[in-house]
């Protein structure tokens, strides 16, 4: 906490800015967006609102994917905001196919965590409501809380889990840099050796 608020705290405020003034611009545009149905509707004036609305969407989370990014960048190199975001960038850019199969396999594993939990969640309250005798007898309708739980649980999991899509981005890019220094260093553990060996016959190769 100390290296970032003493280092760090710039990067991290213009990030949080460059979100900030893309919500505002989404909110500005949908204030305009609903005073416009006060008026006649006009077929264009519909496709290019809802094409715009789509635009600013996929700013906003091109934003947020870049600052995710940079962040990491920033904690791995102790590097600035922006440099951090050309930085990882770049390493996306020349390590696409990897980032693709991690997003892919990360995104399948988050919503099977999400789903399980919320569901062992909800099926444990409705047994607890139709087993246990205290809720058996007030409780004449168990689907509802059930339901209940099931909708708070995959709130909180989900809040949860995003973690771990940060720690994934964060383990492959910590990887890839290293793969990108050409494992400098002596500090190296013996079991890594391995990797660079590799590395040095794709090199020769």
């Known amino acids: 906490m100390w290296w970032v608020f003493r ?8 990030g949080s800015f460059l979100i900030a003034v893309c919500q505002m611009i989404r909110f500005l545009f949908e204030y305009y967006r ?3 149905r006060c008026f006649p509707e006009n077929p264009v004036v519909r496709c290019m609102i809802c094409y715009t609305s789509y635009l600013l969407a996929m700013m906003e989370r091109c934003i947020k994917f870049i600052t995710k990014n940079a962040y990491i ?3 791995l190199a102790n590097t600035f905001f922006c440099k951090a975001a050309w930085n990882a960038f770049a390493l996306i850019l020349m390590n696409v196919a990897r980032f693709g199969w991690l997003h892919t396999i990360g995104s399948i594993l988050n919503w099977f965590g999400v789903c399980m ?12 409501l139709t087993k246990i005798e205290d809720y058996k007898e007030n409780v ?4 509802v809380p059930a339901g209940i739980v099931l909708i708070m649980s995959f709130i909180i999991v989900k809040s949860f889990l995003s973690i ?18 050409g494992f400098g260093g002596t500090a190296r553990p013996d079991n890594m ?5 590799t590395l040095e016959k794709n090199k020769s190769s």
């Open 34 to 36: 609903r005073k416009i």
């Open 73 to 75: 960048q920033v904690a």
């Open 193 to 197: 050796a391995k990797f660079k060996t």
């Open 7 to 14: 280092y760090h705290m710039g990067s991290v405020a213009f």
């Open 140 to 143: 004449t309708q168990p689907l």
């Open 117 to 128: 939990v919320s569901g062992l969640n909800s099926f444990g309250a409705y047994i607890a």
């Open 164 to 181: 771990f899509s940060y720690s994934m981005d964060a383990i492959l890019q910590s990887f890839l840099l290293d793969e990108q220094l």
